[in-house]
């Protein structure tokens, strides 16, 4: 079962049980038609509707649609969000951090982590000489470093993996 939250006003469950659409425990008599990547035709209480996936956002589950015209910002939770949330877990995926890679070429003067190290939001990872000018590479998110792909000395390129979390 999924919760649906349409323009932050309209809250409803969807779910599939053997083929057929359910809204709020009711059934729902759908016809529906993909003319297009993206772009359906609908038939619901002998009405028409042309509907459009605008745009999506895979990681917070959100999608804008385009219904005759019409465009309504929608999210969806499913069981596995709904737990997350129930345990204060919510953000906990979204915050963790990527790869830090470099953003110019350059000389590493100094590395202040080491492997097996809990690192926070904004923690200073290491820091990096280009154009003469010494750069403090900082931690987007929390994380703990796995690797250290190099070391005080080398140099490096623009786009270079620097550490993994």
Do not use: C, W
């Not at 772009?39 to 999506?56: A, I, P």
Request: proline share 1%; charged share 30%.
């Amino acid at each position: 079962m999924y919760k649906v939250k349409v323009n932050d006003t309209i809250d409803f469950t969807l779910d599939q049980v053997q083929g057929v659409f359910r809204k709020d425990n009711e059934d729902l008599t759908l016809d529906i038609t993909e003319f297009r990547s993206g772009h359906y035709h609908l038939l619901y209480k002998n009405k028409s509707y042309t509907v459009e996936v605008v745009s999506t956002g895979d990681q917070h589950k959100t999608a804008s649609i385009k219904v005759n015209g019409k465009v309504y910002e929608t999210g969806i939770e499913d069981r596995f969000d709904r737990l997350l949330k129930e345990l204060g877990l919510e953000n906990a995926v979204l915050q963790q951090a990527a790869d830090v890679k470099a953003p110019m070429p350059g000389l590493v003067l100094k590395i202040n982590v080491v492997v097996g190290q809990e690192v926070k939001k904004g923690d200073s990872l290491l820091v990096l000489e280009a154009m003469k000018m010494e750069n403090m590479l900082k931690s987007t998110a929390e994380g703990i470093v796995k690797t250290i792909h190099v070391h005080t000395g080398d140099k490096v390129e623009k786009n270079q993996v620097l550490i993994t979390f």
